[in-house]
């Protein structure tokens, strides 16, 4: 069964900080790969997208990257925010499964201001 | 504004009833999906739609039904045969073909009674 795993499950940092959540999936045989942010009681908000063919993608203070060949996609914020404060959650289309997301659990970021 | 609309935002069910959710989409999107959320977890494929009339299984079918009628709109029905409904319910959709991103309802807080 192909799974996503996210490291750390929570993070508290002081504003300001850069900081690194972690993404691993199964098969380095994927569409693509999706970052989401879920502030609480709310649905998911698309944050970048990673194609199969790329290796990195920026979005202001956001930038994902992609390493299909050890299975990991880092989602890197610079400079945070207390606006930040919310749950990342990493996803993943492997080809096994057509259109099919698999998600991994989150993390919960909180940043302190 | 194109976006999904999920509604009602809070539902309660009693004991031995059904209870639908709503979901509609005015983006022009082919296929839709609905996920269950626990706290702590990952996102849950219940059910999906490539196309009007027409819907699969996800990973967590037993206990819910759908329907197809019309392209903008995927209601949800949990049965009372579902267990343990209480969970927050996301509506998806997404673009024919493969590996496109979905974009995501604001979602729907299900309780029991």
């Known amino acids: 069964k192909q799974e996503v795993t996210q490291i750390p499950a929570a993070l508290s940092v002081p504003e300001g900080e850069n900081l690194v959540l972690n993404c691993s999936f199964t098969d380095s045989a994927i569409y693509n790969l999706q970052w989401f942010r879920q502030d609480p009681g709310k649905g998911l908000t698309s944050l970048l997208l990673i194609q199969s063919s790329q290796r990195e993608q920026t979005s202001g203070r956001l930038n994902a990257s992609l390493d299909k060949s050890s299975g990991r996609s880092t989602l890197y914020i610079a400079a945070s925010q207390p606006g930040d404060s919310a749950t990342y959650l990493c996803?993943?289309?492997?080809?096994?499964?057509?259109?099919?997301?698999?998600f991994g659990a989150g993390t919960i970021l909180r940043v302190k201001s | 504004d194109g976006g999904i609309t999920q509604s009602p935002k809070y539902l309660f069910r009693k004991e031995g009833q059904n209870v639908t959710l709503s979901c509609e989409q005015n983006l022009n999107h082919d296929a839709m999906y609905w996920y269950r959320q626990d706290p702590g977890q990952g996102l849950r494929l219940i059910y999906y739609s490539q196309i009007v009339n027409d819907f699969q299984k996800g990973d967590i079918a037993e206990g819910y039904s759908v329907s197809r009628e019309k392209k903008e709109s995927f209601p949800l029905t949990v049965t009372s045969a579902q267990k343990n409904p209480t969970a927050f319910y996301l509506c998806?959709?997404?673009?024919?073909?493969?590996?496109?991103?979905?974009?995501f309802g604001d979602g729907t807080r299900l309780s029991i009674l």
């Open positions: 998806a959709s997404s673009m024919q073909g493969l590996g496109q991103p979905q974009h």
């Open positions: 996803a993943v289309i492997y080809r096994e499964y057509g259109n099919k997301l698999v």
